[in-house]
């Protein structure tokens, strides 16, 4: 199992952070400074990290604005910074999820392949878990269709 990252590289805006970000003040809660904003897939099956890199490469990411990082397994970690993930519930038809098999078929990879995805949001600055589960109910996921963690 792999998990890819994508990352606006620097010198590019975060439109989609710095939109969160300010929904985030109109509904009155402090102490943020900033939020990065990261899709992300989790890619199971019979395939290999160089393929899953030939996937992030030209699938994913975009060349020009973005960078990728892949990781074997995905597990939890220590994070510096709050981070809260949204993804779709187990029961929910993904279509970018499906819309990426077909892709990656496409690419010449034939193995069984799974794929998930999911938005990150890494939040600066100092909240409470009780703020940032409102943030993810009020603003990031939509809980009949998608679950959240906080980290």
Do not use: W
């Amino acid at each position: 199992m792999f998990e890819v990252d994508i990352f606006t590289k620097k010198g590019f805006k975060d439109s989609r952070g710095e939109h969160v970000l300010s929904d985030i003040l109109d509904i009155g809660i402090k102490g943020l400074k900033k939020i990065d904003y990261s899709p992300f897939y989790i890619i199971d099956g019979s395939i290999n990290k160089s393929e899953v890199k030939m996937i992030a490469s030209e699938l994913l990411s975009d060349k020009i604005t973005e960078r990728f990082k892949v990781v074997s397994g995905v597990e939890d970690k220590k994070y510096k910074n709050s981070i809260i993930e949204v993804l779709y519930k187990k029961c929910v038809t993904d279509t970018v999820s499906e819309s990426l098999v077909k892709a990656i078929k496409d690419l010449g990879i034939t193995k069984d392949v799974k794929v998930k995805t999911g938005h990150k949001y890494y939040l600066h600055g100092n909240v409470s878990r009780d703020i940032l589960n409102k943030i993810a109910i009020k603003l990031l996921a939509n809980t009949l269709i998608q679950e959240y963690k906080v980290k």
